[in-house]
């Protein structure tokens, strides 16, 4: 009895318990989810704007998803891929690469948006016998020794951890709202593809390069969306030079741009794809997606891991990529994604702390500035803190921080979205 007493009284401290490198946004301790909604543990809700960073795309503990986690426990747990194959597995990736290009046919499994970039990039690398990498200035691909060496968004995520892996090259990524090219804005992305082709002439052979790495819409490094002639001399610059062009999709997929992979809208199709965060309603769950011709130069054993296609991770794959089929969820993405910017620019039309609206379906985002025209991270931090104050959690993106991400679950309705453009418009009113 002592003992119940003892731990109904245990105070739970995360700064006591966590290390302080999990930077937190806020103190809450939350009990449950449903659908866009969490509650605290003393019973508050709060309308989860940030799903979770991109997530929870079929809202807080879908029944459906719910119901195939437990069905799939009870059954078995883990059931290691390279010893057995089971059911979820298969049938996560048969409903997968339904979704998908007919070149993207073959799934492997693994834990993390890190880790498929890892696969990504090694696949890459062995499907063409070269060594180099080139990604984006600006882009986030997680925080792997690899991973880490691809990324840019900020340099806290590998600034320290030196040596990276090398044969890495960096070309700008089309940030159009801070473009330097001082000539007509419609040819700012021909800029950028200039830059990118200079790599070819200044840094490295185009022979030497496994993979042109691209988030299709970057995340972490400011929600940024480049143009479908851009992405499209990509493509073609990969084909000239026998590069594969490997797409991001960790946070711009799953439906979260109001399709299903954002790289339909730039009518581009990649080599080989990377998936997580949406794809299982926030079981640790992600992929490495590309073509059986190109999977079978990966030898037996030349890549893996012990929990990639985990029997319950899978199950709440299939079980959430069913979800976004039945549902409709990419189609609501659009819908609700078309309210939400005409709601955020008629508050930018009010007021000129937001410089930019960009996104695509419900990757959304708004940049605040100063009157210079630089970047206003301080409005951003007030703008977040009086929308928490108003029971709206909300991320924020960027180098400096300087936009605020609003990416509701995928299932938030158009209601939903009218009170949060209501709860947005007040805290935008009190740094304007
Ligand atoms: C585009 C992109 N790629 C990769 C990652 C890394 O994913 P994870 O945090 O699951 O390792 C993220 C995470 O935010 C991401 O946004």
Request: with cysteine; aromatic share 8%.
């Amino acid at each position: 009895m002592a003992q119940v007493v003892e731990r109904a009284q245990e105070i739970l401290d995360p700064a006591e318990l966590m290390p302080r490198v999990i930077g937190r946004y806020s103190s809450l301790h939350i009990d449950y989810g449903k659908g866009i909604y969490v509650w605290d543990i003393n019973g508050e809700r709060y309308a989860d704007f940030t799903s979770g960073i991109a997530v929870v795309n079929t809202g807080h503990c879908h029944p459906r998803v719910v119901a195939a986690i437990q069905e799939q426990a009870a059954r078995i747990i883990h059931a290691q891929a390279n010893i057995l194959a089971h059911s979820p597995m298969l049938r996560a990736a048969k409903l997968l690469t339904a979704t998908t290009a007919p070149n993207l046919n073959q799934v492997f499994w693994t834990n993390s948006g890190a880790e498929a970039t890892e696969g990504a990039i090694k696949l890459a690398k062995v499907a063409t016998g070269r060594p180099a990498i080139i990604a984006f200035r600006h882009a986030f691909h997680g925080r792997t020794h690899a991973a880490m060496a691809v990324t840019s968004s900020r340099v806290k995520v590998r600034g320290h951890y030196e040596p990276l892996i090398p044969s890495v090259y960096h070309a700008p990524f089309p940030y159009l709202f801070r473009s330097p090219y001082k000539g007509a804005p419609e040819d700012a992305d021909l800029y950028y593809f200039a830059e990118l082709e200079a790599l070819f002439d200044q840094m490295v052979m185009p022979d030497d390069v496994a993979g042109i790495l691209i988030e299709t819409v970057v995340g972490e490094g400011g929600y940024l969306v480049p143009t479908k002639r851009w992405l499209q001399m990509v493509r073609a610059l990969c084909d000239k030079h026998g590069i594969m062009l490997i797409l991001d999709e960790v946070q711009s997929g799953m439906g979260r741009t109001g399709k299903m992979w954002a790289y339909e809208h730039f009518d581009v199709v990649p080599d080989i794809m990377t998936a997580a965060k949406g794809l299982a309603s926030g079981m640790p769950v992600a992929a490495v997606v590309s073509d059986r011709t190109l999977m079978d130069r990966w030898a037996p054993g030349s890549h893996g891991g012990t929990y990639g296609g985990n029997a319950v991770g899978t199950a709440a794959a299939a079980a959430t990529l069913e979800v976004m089929r039945d549902e409709d969820l990419p189609g609501n993405a659009a819908r609700m994604g078309a309210v939400l910017m005409a709601g955020l620019r008629e508050i930018q039309a009010d007021y000129p702390v937001i410089g930019d609206v960009r996104g695509l379906g419900l990757m959304v985002a708004t940049e605040f500035v100063n009157p210079d025209g630089s970047p206003n991270p301080e409005a951003v931090k007030q703008v977040v803190a009086r929308a928490f104050d108003d029971k709206t959690l909300l991320i924020t993106c960027g180098t400096y921080d300087q936009a605020i991400r609003i990416v509701p679950p995928l299932v938030v309705n158009e209601e939903q979205i009218r009170d949060f453009l209501d709860v947005y418009r007040r805290a935008v009113a009190t740094v304007a």
